[in-house]
């Protein structure tokens, strides 16, 4: 399976756009988000995003072109912990032209998306990113907040709270 860059996806959500007159909305949540944030080293093969309008041909579209998809019209919906209120209107376009439209979340959206997950691979990217754009500890954890505060009462914000402090401690210890 071939490395996806955004710049591949553009042209194939170009082509889609100009074969199905369909409008589409993108908002990156994965990999290839860090192209745009200044991490052109991560390699990805799949396409996690938030659509505005129909998943089902787009995901069938990318299917036939061999590009897994995690697609969804509601990303915060993903994990227990909510994301920060707000996240869709912080995100940056990649590109706007007319028909297509693909954001990436904004810097501290995506740490806080990595951290509701919180495996090694998205640690990494979430120091990445964090270190990419000085976030500090402080802003982190203002954001966590805010998603802690959004989500319902459960036993998983305990878990998201400890990745927040262990991750917060770790970019600490690397800035000082």
């Not at 990303?75 to 996240?87: D, Q």
Request: with cysteine; hydrophobic share 45%.
């Amino acid at each position: 399976m071939p490395t996806l860059t955004a710049e591949s996806l553009i042209e194939l959500l170009t082509r889609y756009v100009a074969d199905t007159d369909t409008w589409v909305d993108l908002l990156l949540v994965g990999g290839l988000a860090l192209h745009a944030y200044g991490v052109p080293t991560r390699a990805t093969f799949d396409v996690d995003a938030e659509l505005q309008g129909p998943l089902m041909p787009l995901r069938d579209y990318l299917t036939a072109q061999k590009i897994p998809t995690d697609l969804t019209q509601n990303f915060s919906g993903w994990s227990v912990v909510a994301m920060p209120p707000g996240y869709r209107d912080r995100a940056v376009d990649l590109i706007n032209r007319p028909r297509l439209r693909i954001r990436v979340l904004s810097p501290i959206d995506f740490v806080i998306a990595k951290l509701r997950r919180g495996t090694e691979l998205d640690l990494d990217d979430a120091f990445l990113v964090a270190r990419h754009h000085h976030l500090s500890p402080e802003t982190i954890q203002d954001s966590a907040r805010e998603a802690l505060t959004a989500s319902p009462e459960d036993t998983t914000l305990f878990l998201f709270q400890k990745t927040v402090d262990l991750f917060c401690a770790n970019l600490a210890s690397s800035n000082g």
